[in-house]
């Protein structure tokens, strides 16, 4: 039997009740389609993310192709799935994150 250290199980603990609270969130992935990675830098990616919607959190590295944006309202991700848009002359496809969007439409919070 193996234990969960206090600090694990504080930490899901804190993520259930984030999103009890605020209800679900909204992730994508971003992967650069075409253009130079390493031209693309972090400041552009929030800045572009963030005129979309109020973000959580952003994952990316500088010179990566890719990269995950977390909203927080799932409504501004779902809007977004599947676009391609171009930021700092490089082209970003935005994905489905599978794991947290549902391909089917449910019904909208408030």
Do not use: W
């Amino acid at each position: 039997m193996s234990l969960i250290s206090r600090s694990h199980l504080l930490s899901n603990l804190d993520a259930e009740l984030s999103s009890v609270l605020h209800g679900p969130s909204g992730k994508v992935n971003f992967t650069i389609q075409s253009g130079e990675p390493s031209g693309l830098s972090m400041k552009d990616v929030s800045s572009f993310f963030s005129s979309l919607g109020k973000v959580d959190s952003i994952k990316y590295v500088r010179g990566k192709s890719s990269g995950i944006v977390n909203f927080y309202k799932e409504s501004v991700a779902r809007k977004i799935i599947n676009k391609v848009v171009i930021i700092n002359g490089c082209t970003i496809h935005i994905l489905q994150c599978f794991s947290d969007l549902s391909a089917y439409p449910s019904p909208t919070r408030s």
